[in-house]
């Protein structure tokens, strides 16, 4: 075994490293295994180990590359999933009861195409049930904690998955974001957290929550390492009627030079933030003038209304989609006198509360006389957002704004659904005009808590979003440290 | 006063045709009828968890013949999502287009009557699987468990949603026939009732002769064939005739037609609110045909059965029978209207070639699979045959029905075969002379001039030559004998 | 247009919809909580938007769609493993009551 830290390595060097046989997969992937033995009884980020697989799958890396095979952009690379992606012989639960045993006959094409580049998968992370959270308090399961402060939530939904990667169990990780899932958690853990444009990374296999909002992305500790993922999930995929031919993203290295960009601070997004949180946005907004780029308020009037018009649309989306576990084909059944009530017997037993209140939220959105003035208003006001954001990225580049309004709260500290739901209001516009963006761990703030940047870019603007994340990243020299590396110091 | 004559019955239709595709609507699984259960099934089908539609090319190439073949216009459309909870439908909801159909407008010109049925619209949706209900009496009701079969989910089906234009069971039994051979000519489907890829609900009302508004309309769901149709809807109008006719009112419900006691039922053990909370389907993007697209869909239909009808009736000089008219749609659903047409160059009556090709090779070529290629040239061989009086009309149907059987058949052969050689005009007339022999008295009188005993020879010749004479020769020759007498 | 408060007998009848077995104090619990989310739904019911289109859709594309090709099916006995109950070959369900 050799001394190097294997833990601490990107992605981008521990590929490099397996291809050029400078050390083998086994060996990373031990590392990461033995980490995980370490930490994982703190941390809980996963509903599912794989750690015999993922060894069988760090050897068939190995014996490619002793063949003398071309091994792909992420060989070696352990990746923890989000459990909400199926995995053909695995369970995949959704962090649900009703799912509970399932095990899926078919892989999700993200984790087709992580493998084909030599990923392998180390386990399938917990999350808020059916993704529906901002703390990962919602599994079914258990609670994740933020490996960062043990005593406080990694957000979520995708909270599992922003856990393995701050606590080093994996360099990447990957997420869905329907309303800040991926951004939120990994402002909240220090990690860096992309969702991409929508159509951008194939849906096929994702378990959807809502389907004209969800979408795919990395999480790594690196701007560099995110964008080398996303080059390897992206791309169209004929399973997906919303996956855009012709459309990809390709991993370069990123030129972090902004002067000259143009970068608008998204004025409806600067009431609420705690003091913390806004002293980080006001260091970041310095950091860019000062490597050059026209820094300016900008105000996207209708962002205020996204909040509103998300939880109609995604309850709605997610009433329909959640109809089909119903204890039939799969999952649990809880058996009553007929098929109606077994029906409502298996998901009254089977979903959990918020999974239920978002259930009723989306039936009645859709119901007759309230679709025109609910949702039928909503996905107007979706348009409005997406016209607001068309006029600011007439005169910006980019857009910034803080990811979340606070650091990492602690558990059950939001038990009113709305407290908890205003958690996304900066992240949720983006995923209504289907824009990229991404959070970039920037500073320390209260507790030393991670705060992260966001940065959004308009459809297909994932080059100069990294460009601009890139030079945050620089400029911020800030490295989040899990609690158990920090003590003492 | 009949009840009958007291109201008036309006009925709409809508039809459900599965398309002739090789897959499914939204996935990549085979489009066969009769598989083993649950064979044809896949994460989307099956409505796995992640699992996304993708619409087939060719299902929305053969809505659009369809929608064209019933003059309709094609449209921009958008799929939704129909929500309700049902074990065959697997992620309890159907996509379906719903406001925004592909094919809107259109109408069906009824063969024998010549009315005008209108077409409201004609969507694109996805079929269910199927249940089986277990339990004493293999109905619904009474089952004591369900076994659900996923083959069928996935289908693609056309709905044809007909204006409630049509006043009997017997004017929707038209509509349907004439609606099923368009829809068989398109090649979109194959309109087998009996396979369940064609299948009819009505919705019937009545309402007393002298008023306007109509009455509560009530859905017949479950008639699989055009026979049931007709008796449903007639014992449905009755039964709510009944109802008004003793002041009571008719309730909106669904109703199940069951065939063996003639009568419909009604389906729900409780009334519940639908509410089917449909919304556009954000897995699938609208559907949005180019001009041109259209315009190379009509292009390539070919000649429909109304214009095939026409063809035909031009050749009855203009004034068929009823049961010829009939005669026209059988041989066009069976693709027999070539033959009648390849038959007037060859001197066949129309009359001829068409009631043969309806009353017998039709019924022939019902039982033979889809690649049988029927042997045309030797069909027209046996009918030209008959038709210069060398077949007697018995015999050429024998002949005609070993040639479909086997196409490779010589037919020359075959007639001797079977013995049906004309006999010789030496031996006819031996025969002739010997009944003329035999019963001089009604010589006498037909040669005076009673032309009905003619067929008393005849019959005596048949007898006489154990089937083998031609009657028609037989009728000349008498008739040549009396000229030349009365000459 | 405000959204009023909804009433318990309403959210009954959604939960009936949803298919959602709900205790009594779920359906207060829910009762309320939907009201005070959708208290929150007054600031766009307020707005003016005859003019606007409905968003439908991120992506503004048509036509997406797949040749007829057949493409192989799932293994039967894999995909019965996982059902709750199964016959035959086939999804058992408990009998069915309603329409057919």
């Known amino acids: ?489 | 006063m009949s009840l009958e004559d007291k109201y008036l019955i309006t009925v709409g239709l809508e039809v459900h045709t599965e398309l002739r595709t090789k897959t499914k609507l939204f996935c990549g699984c085979a489009n066969e009828f009769g598989a083993e259960p649950n064979t044809n099934i896949c994460p989307v089908c099956l409505g796995l968890p992640g699992s996304l539609p993708v619409v087939n090319r060719r299902a929305v190439e053969y809505a659009m013949r369809i929608g064209t073949a019933l003059n309709c216009e094609i449209k921009h459309s958008v799929f939704h999502r129909k929500n309700y909870f049902y074990p065959d439908m697997p992620k309890d909801y159907q996509v379906t287009q719903y406001d925004e159909p592909t094919c809107v407008n259109g109408y069906v010109e009824l063969p024998i009557t010549g009315k005008i049925v209108n077409i409201v619209r004609a969507h694109i949706e996805e079929d269910t699987g199927k249940s089986t209900h277990i339990g004493t009496s293999g109905r619904i009701t009474g089952a004591d468990y369900s076994l659900v079969d996923y083959n069928r989910s996935g289908i693609p089906l056309v709905e044809i949603v007909s204006a409630p234009d049509m006043v009997s069971g017997e004017e929707a039994r038209e509509y349907v026939s004439e609606l099923r051979s368009i829809l068989v000519a398109t090649g979109a489907t194959d309109g087998k009732m009996e396979e369940g890829s064609l299948r009819v609900d009505a919705n019937v009302s009545v309402r007393p002769v002298g008023t306007e508004v109509l009455g509560t309309r009530c859905e017949i769901k479950n008639l699989n064939s055009l026979r049931s149709l007709v008796r449903a809807i007639t014992y449905e109008a009755r039964r709510q005739m009944e109802i008004v006719e003793e002041g009571g009112k008719v309730i909106q419900e669904t109703r199940h037609w069951n065939e063996d006691l003639g009568k419909t039922s009604s389906l729900r053990s409780k009334e519940e609110a639908y509410d089917y909370r449909y919304f556009p389907e954000p897995d699938l993007s609208p559907l949005d045909p180019t001009a041109e697209e259209v315009e190379a869909i009509k292009a390539g239909l070919g000649t429909l059965p109304p214009k095939r009808r026409a063809i035909l009736v031009e050749l009855l000089d203009g004034t068929p029978t009823k049961s010829e008219i009939e005669q026209i749609q059988t041989a066009i659903n069976f693709g027999l209207d070539e033959l009648v047409l390849a038959g007037i160059d060859r001197k066949i009556p129309a009359k001829l070639s068409l009631a043969r090709c309806a009353n017998e090779v039709a019924g022939l070529i019902s039982n033979l699979g889809d690649s049988y290629i029927l042997p045309n040239e030797k069909i027209l061989e046996v009918l030209a045959k008959e038709s210069a009086g060398e077949l007697t009309p018995t015999q050429s149907k024998v002949v005609l029905s070993r040639v479909v059987a086997d196409g490779d058949v010589e037919v020359t052969a075959l007639i001797s075969e079977l013995g049906f050689v004309a006999a010789s005009s030496g031996e006819m007339d031996q025969l002739v002379e010997e009944i003329i022999a035999e019963s001089p008295s009604e010589w006498e009188r037909f040669v005076s001039g009673e032309d009905q005993l003619a067929g008393f020879f005849v019959g005596k010749a048949m007898k006489k030559s154990g089937g083998k004479a031609n009657g028609k020769l037989v009728s000349k020759s008498l008739n040549d004998r009396r000229s030349q007498l009365q000459g | 247009m405000s959204n009023d408060d909804i009433s318990i007998e309403t959210t009954r009848h959604i939960a009936y919809l949803a298919r959602l077995a709900l205790d009594e104090g779920e359906v207060n619990q829910y009762a309320g909580q939907l009201s005070a989310i959708l208290k929150h739904a007054d600031d766009i019911a307020s707005l003016d938007l005859d003019g606007v289109a409905p968003m439908r859709h991120t992506l503004n594309v048509v036509n997406i769609m797949r040749d007829d090709e057949v493409r192989p099916s799932l293994d039967r006995e894999e995909v019965l493993a996982s059902a709750p109950d199964a016959q035959a070959s086939m999804f058992l369900v408990p009998k069915i009551v309603g329409e057919e």
């Not at chain 1, 001394?3 to 083998?24: C, P, T, Y």
């Not at chain 1, 069988?56 to 091994?71: C, H, I, M, N, Q």
């Not at chain 1, 992260?452 to 601009?468: C, D, H, N, Y």
């Open chain 1, 1 to 489: 075994m050799s001394d190097l830290n294997f833990i601490e390595m990107s992605a981008v060097e521990i590929a490099a490293g397996v291809r050029s046989g400078e050390f083998s997969a086994v060996e990373v992937v031990t590392a990461h295994l033995d980490q995980i033995d370490k930490h994982e009884g703190d941390v809980r980020s996963f509903v599912t180990q794989m750690g015999e697989r993922a060894l069988d799958g760090a050897k068939a890396v190995d014996e490619r590359r002793s063949r003398g095979e071309e091994l792909g952009a992420l060989a070696g690379v352990p990746v923890a999933l989000k459990d909400n992606m199926a995995y053909r012989g695995v369970e995949t639960t959704c962090s649900s009861k009703i799912l509970k045993g399932w095990i899926p006959p078919y892989t999700a094409t993200v984790i087709e195409r992580l493998e084909a580049a030599g990923a392998i998968a180390i386990g399938k992370t917990n999350l808020d049930e059916f993704a529906m959270g901002s703390s990962t308090e919602n599994s079914a399961f258990f609670s994740t904690r933020n490996p960062i402060d043990l005593n406080r939530v990694p957000g979520g939904s995708s909270g599992g998955s922003a856990a393995s990667v701050a606590a080093r169990f994996a360099p990447i990780a990957i997420g869905s974001d329907t309303g800040g899932s991926i951004r939120q958690p990994a402002s909240l853990c220090g990690v860096v957290g992309v969702k991409p444009t929508y159509g951008l990374v194939s849906r096929y296999g994702l378990i959807a929550f809502a389907s004209s909002l969800d979408q795919i992305g990395p999480f790594a500790r690196s701007v560099d390492d995110a964008s080398l993922v996303l080059d390897v999930i992206s791309g169209h995929d004929g399973r997906d009627s919303t996956s855009l031919a012709e459309r990809s993203y390709s991993h370069q290295p990123i030129d972090n030079d902004v002067k000259g960009l143009r970068v608008g601070v998204i004025t409806e997004m600067l009431d609420g933030l705690s003091s913390d949180v806004e002293n980080a946005l006001n260091l970041a907004i310095d950091a860019l003038r000062a490597l050059g780029a026209q820094v300016e308020e900008v105000s996207v009037p209708a962002a205020k209304f996204g909040l509103t018009a998300y939880y109609l649309i995604a309850p709605a989306e997610a009433s329909s989609n959640l109809a089909r576990f119903d204890g039939v084909r799969y999952g649990v059944r809880v058996e009553g006198k007929d098929m109606n009530e077994t029906y409502e017997l298996t998901r009254g037993q089977g979903f959990g509360p918020e999974v239920k209140r978002r259930i009723m939220l989306g039936t009645y959105a859709l119901s007759a006389g309230y679709y025109d003035a609910l949702y039928g208003k909503a996905q107007k006001v979706r348009t409005l957002i997406a016209n607001d954001f068309d006029n600011a990225y007439d005169r910006f580049d980019v857009l910034i704004s803080a990811t979340s309004p606070t650091v990492a709260f602690e558990f059950n500290a939001k038990s009113d659904p709305l407290s908890m739901y205003m958690s996304d209001v900066c992240t949720i516009p983006s995923n209504l005009a289907g824009h990229p963006a991404m959070s970039v761990p920037f500073a320390g703030g209260e507790g030393g808590l991670p705060i992260g940047i966001q940065v959004l870019a308009p459809s297909f603007g994932e080059g100069v979003m990294f460009k601009v994340a890139s030079a945050l990243e620089a400029a911020a020299n800030y490295k989040a440290i899990p609690e158990w590396d920090n003590k003492g110091k």
